[in-house]
Each structure stands twice: as C-alpha cells, then as structure tokens.
C-alpha cells in the first residue's frame, strides 16, 4: 500500500478501496449497491484489525485475550478458508458449502451473535440483521477478499475512516446512481476507529 514517510496516504487508500469495491460490477450489482455489500466486509476487515491488536497488547501484558467474536466467525478465519478454496466451495465440519453460501451463513450467524464475558456484541446483531445478500457469484468474493486480507493497516484507522469517506463522496460524484445508502452502523463504527481512545473498549 502506498506510504509516505510512513504516513499512508489517504486519498490513494481511498482510491485503493474505491478499486476493491469495484471487484462487485463482476457480480451485475448496482453502484449503490455493491458500496453497500462491500462496506459490510470492510466493518469485518477492521473489526478483526482491531481485534488483533487487543490480542497482541494482552500478549504483551501477559493477561489473557478474550476475543469479542467467537473465532469462527473473525473475518482473518474464514477469510483463509475462503482464500484456501478452489475459488467455488469451502469445506467446513458441517460440510462443503459454495463459498456464497458459507459468507451467507456467517453473515446470518452474526445476526444472532450472543453477548459474552461482559461483551455487548449487539452492534453485530442490529447490522446483519438488517442485510440483504445480494451477492451470486462466489469468484467474487473470493477476490474480494484477497484485496481485503492484503490490504495493510498498520494501525492507521483514522487514515482508513477519511479513505472511507472518500470512496462514500467519490460514490457521490457518480450522478447518475442517484442516492446512495451506507448502513449508519457501519460509519458509527468507522468513526469510533478513528479515535484511538476507543481501542480495546467494549463496543
């Protein structure tokens, strides 16, 4: 990813981003609507990000990490199924599943993700709950997440919030599409990534 004395760029990460939600024309998906289905995916991305960084520090300190997601369902999991496969199937415990259904069924499952050890996990039950799956070709997904999974952070999610406004405005520019929608949620989240005094809280 493009740096710049160590300070990542965030109109080319927008850019950057803006390409990888592309990968969706593939799918015959409307601008505003593979926006959307990207979004959710990106909210898993830096979700997991921050997830890691909790597990590191509570490493460093020697205490024990409790992740807020059950480890099947971090995206860095079942990414590396997804990137494992022959691009079509992903074989679990309960089966072989098309990689659009195995997506589909995590997604439901975080619908109704239960709370745990204190954690109030229903930001993930209010979001997916409310999702439409849109997407019909597993391909997609597949390379969707390869650009995700080599997309590099490096803490910087205050960049990585100002990147994501640039592709929701560039979207924007896009006249004919109309209004877009991006779930309020996900910005909500975006927003709490770009303070760094939220890492490692609750959600």
């Known amino acids: 990813m493009a740096q710049n004395n160590n300070k990542v760029d965030f109109h080319r990460l927008g850019s ?4 990888i939600a592309n990968i969706f024309r593939d799918d015959t998906l409307k601008t505003t609507e ?6 959710y995916f990106l909210f898993l991305k830096l979700f997991d990000e921050r ?5 590191e520090l509570a490493r460093l300190d020697g205490t024990k990490f409790v992740p807020d997601l059950p480890n099947h369902l971090r995206f860095s999991t079942w990414a590396e199924k997804i990137l494992a496969s022959d691009g079509k199937t992903v074989k679990t415990d309960d089966g072989e599943f098309t990689i659009v259904d195995y997506v589909r069924n995590i997604f439901s499952e975080l619908a109704e993700v239960k709370d745990h050890d204190g954690r109030d996990l229903s930001l993930f039950r209010r979001l997916f709950k409310n999702h439409i799956w849109r997407i019909r070709y597993s391909p997609t997904i597949k390379e969707l997440i390869k650009r995700l999974k080599d997309l590099e952070l490096e803490q910087n999610f205050d960049v990585m919030g100002r990147a994501y406004e640039f592709v929701v405005q560039k979207l924007g520019e896009q006249k004919q599409y109309g209004q877009y929608f991006t779930p309020r949620h996900i910005i909500h989240f975006m927003v709490e990534l770009a303070d760094p005094g939220n890492w490692g809280k609750n959600i």
């Open 51 to 55: 997830e890691k960084q909790r597990e």
């Open 16 to 19: 950057e981003l803006w390409d």
């Open 34 to 39: 593979y926006l959307e289905e990207f979004s």
